[in-house]
Structure formats: C-alpha cells, structure tokens
C-alpha cells in the first residue's frame, strides 16, 4: 500500500513561521544593542545579518526548531586569489590590502553582544561552526554563524574588471580548516526551482523531510543520515518536468530518478561543488542510498508501519 495522498498532502505543508521570526528579530536585537560591539557596523552595512536554512527557503517542517542566522562581515574578505596568474596576483594585491578587522575578531565580537544581551548561561560557544544561543520561552535554539565575505575569481584584471562568484568562508574550530559556502546562490537557485516545477519543489522537499523525520521516529533511519540540507539538495537535481501537481506521482517521479541516478554527478543547490565528498561539509554516497532505500520501503510498506 503506497502512502496515502492526505499524508503526503498533510506533509507538504510549511512549519510554523511565528516562532522562528520572533527568534530571529531577537538576535537581531542582541547584535544590535546599544552595548554590542558591533551595532554601529551593522548600522553602517559592514556587517549583514540574515536568515539562512530551511526558514529562510521555506522548507521548515514541524519539527525544525532550530533558527539559523548568518553574520556577515562584508568589509573584509577571503578569496581563492592564490589560484589566480602571478601577473593576476599582483594586480589583486596592489588593488587590495590586508583588513585590520577580521572573522576571528567578528566571532568574539558576536559571542559579547549575544553574552550581554542573554546571559553567558543562554550562550553555547562549544561548537565548530556556529554560537549556538539557547531556547527560552517564545524564543527557539538558534545558530548563529559568523561568516566573512568569500570571492571565487575566475580571474582578475583590475577593480573593475574581473569575474567571481560570491560566497561566505568560517573558520573550523576545532580542524582550523576554512569552510566555504554560497547561502545566496543556494536561495536564489531554489526560487528559480520553485518556479521551474511549477511552485512544487518547495512543497516537495517537505515531503521529503517529513518522510526522513518519520523514519527517524520510527527508528529505521539514524538521526543525522539525512541533514535536512543535503537532502533538499538532492531533490534540488531532479529535473523539473518531474515534478507534477499529483503529490502521489512526484514522490514516485523524485525517488525512482534519484535511485536510479549516478549519486556523483550530483550537486549542492547553489551549483558550486559536488554534493559529496569526504568532509562534514558534504554528504556521502553511502548514507544517501541508505536514505532512498528507505523512502521506497516506506512507500512500499505503509500498511506495515
């Protein structure tokens, strides 16, 4: 017995927004205070603050609670310049100098604004990636991610003249490793989605979510297989003409293409690298057919469940 329309249905629907606003305006106020360190640079348009996630692509389920919000320090920047031409090298440097205020400094500037607005004992530094600020009443657990702008050059011949792609880059606290994303070629590249399929890819990776969450519940999938993220990813590659207004056939159209698709040729959904590969900022091969597997068996199995 497949899963019936009404569930599917009943799981294509967005998670509630109240919450994950008010958390967001709340960090928002914290970083902005008067006694943060760095509200006259948000002020200023030094700094951006901004939703990333599944609130921010209106994705979120029921489930989701966690809020994730992005501090951008856009004064400054990493970039791949070293990958450039000598002759390009030296052209970017005497263009550029080295920035007095960096991400190690936006981090700790962050975590006293988030410290004397909540209270260091709401405010979770442990992590590698994120500060997490921890949940009270009317507020959710947020990440809240300090990033500095990142420029992808395809080449460089002068200030106005040269090609990059923009992205954000953090620093692994633990590894020490730089960490680069695209969190704005990743939205813009689900809005284009969205409306290629006809305003269906959204209510879809939903779907998807929702399914993995029950098969968590249900003890068939670990927590942590499938990350929401990368799994929105992955239904980001199906094509477009897939997807169909009948519920009951996108759920059969993405599953059947994916589980018959070669895994590697994959890609995240802001179009920049593989989907996987060996590090935490990718999935892996193994996990993904783990979580395909289980998505046919659940739709093969309902009356079981």
Avoid at 150 to 172: C, E, P, Q
Avoid at 289 to 301: C, G, H, M, S, Y
Wanted: aromatic letters at 10%; charged letters at 20%.
């Amino acid at each position: 017995m497949p899963i019936p329309h009404s569930q599917l249905e009943t799981w294509s629907h967005q998670g509630p927004i109240t919450s994950s606003s008010n958390t967001y305006q709340s960090i928002r106020s914290a970083l902005e205070h008067s006694n943060s360190p760095i509200s006259s640079m948000i002020s200023s348009g030094s700094i951006k603050v901004y939703l990333q996630g599944s609130y921010a692509n209106d994705t979120n389920i029921r489930g989701d609670s966690d809020v994730d919000v992005v501090v951008e320090l856009t004064d400054a920047f990493h970039s791949n310049k070293y990958q450039l031409t000598p002759q390009e090298l030296q052209l970017h440097d005497q263009v550029y100098s080295t920035a007095s205020y960096g991400w190690d400094d936006l981090r700790n500037d962050v975590i006293q604004a988030l410290n004397l607005y909540y209270g260091n004992s709401f405010v979770d530094t442990s992590g590698n990636k994120s500060i997490k600020v921890l949940p009270n009443s009317g507020r959710l657990r947020a990440d809240v991610v300090p990033v500095i702008s990142y420029r992808k050059y395809h080449y460089f011949n002068g200030m106005y003249d040269h090609s990059k792609d923009d992205g954000v880059a953090l620093t692994h606290m633990e590894k020490k490793t730089r960490i680069i994303n695209y969190p704005n070629k990743h939205y813009e590249n689900g809005v284009q989605k969205h409306k290629d399929t006809n305003n269906l890819f959204k209510p879809t990776v939903r779907i998807m979510k929702n399914a993995v969450s029950y098969l968590v519940d249900n003890g068939t999938l670990k927590k942590g297989v499938a990350p929401s993220y990368f799994l929105q990813c992955m239904v980001y590659n199906v094509p477009s003409h897939l997807f169909n207004s009948d519920l009951t056939q996108t759920y059969c159209n993405v599953i059947n293409h994916l589980h018959k698709a070669d895994l590697s040729s994959l890609v995240c959904q802001h179009n920049m690298h593989s989907l996987f590969g060996v590090d935490d900022t990718y999935w892996n091969e193994t996990d993904a057919r783990l979580t395909l597997n289980a998505l046919i068996d659940l739709w093969n199995e309902w009356y079981t469940v």
